[in-house]
């Protein structure tokens, strides 16, 4: 079931085209990996997303509802963590969470998910590290109870022992039929967190892949170390170099390589070493070679 429906949406600021034609479909119980350099589109989306701005064109619903201007009732069921948190500098987290308690009429502890994450409520703001914040963000973002959960760089700050702690709540969350979008330049994390990853690049949606599916490509590493007083040929036919020297070469190649094999049995080599690319080489592939 689609929680989240994004359908040819697209924002202009001026003459910048900031979402060009963006389509998105988000399901229930689905880690969603929303990948991007700044200035790609990541944020205008998640505004858009949120009813912050509204697209010139095209349409974005959250359980059914539309986000419009005619009512906010889609924000109920979601949880956000900016990356641009605004919290009260001034306020513990103690009155963020009963600020929030009263104003959303939660009944529901969060005492559980304040201990995990080892936050103490009695801190003001501006005492708070930013691993902190990004606790408190977390927490304020859980205590609704959502059933959406839009995060955009949330485990910024924490140390590795807590973002283990948030990759838990968040697989719970998903295994109880919630949905996780999720913003990231940590690309280890959306590796491991993700079932399925959006790259966007100047506007447009260039990948949406399940991560399943991306492992599956035939897209290898390959390194090649020649011996002393041989050098290698230029290589650069058969895929797209990452590094090289007279005596070395990285690249990556995407399909078949036997032909890259065959070319270098001809040359002295002291070691081949083959990889699968990684999500962060399939990230680079999107933007170094679909211009």
Known sequence: MNI????????????????????LEIDAGEIFGF??????????TIRCLMGYIFPNSGNITVKGLPVDRSHAKYREHIGYVPSDLQLNQNWTGEQHIEFLREARSIRSSIDNEIARLSFDPSEKVKHLSTGNKQKLAFLLALMTRPDILILDEPTKGLDPLLQEVMYEMLMEFKGEGGCVFFSSH?????????????????????????????????????????????????????????????????????????????????????????EHANLEDVFMHFYEDKK
């Open 35 to 44: 990948l991007g350099p700044n200035g790609a589109g990541k944020s205008t």
């Open 4 to 23: 989240i429906e994004i359908s040819h949406v697209t924002k202009t600021f001026g003459k910048n085209i900031a979402l060009d034609d963006v389509t």
């Open 186 to 274: 940590n690309l280890a994390e959306v590796e491991r967190l993700c079932d399925r990853i959006g790259i966007i690049r100047s506007g447009k949606i260039v990948a949406n892949e399940t991560m399943d599916s991306l492992r599956q490509k035939n897209v290898h590493i390959v390194t090649v170390i020649s011996k002393a007083n041989e050098n290698l040929p230029d290589l650069s036919s058969f895929g797209k170099i990452m590094s090289h020297s007279d005596r070395s070469v990285r690249l990556r190649i995407d399909g078949d390589i036997n032909l890259f094999l065959r070319e270098v049995a001809k040359y002295e080599v002291s070691d081949v070493s083959i």
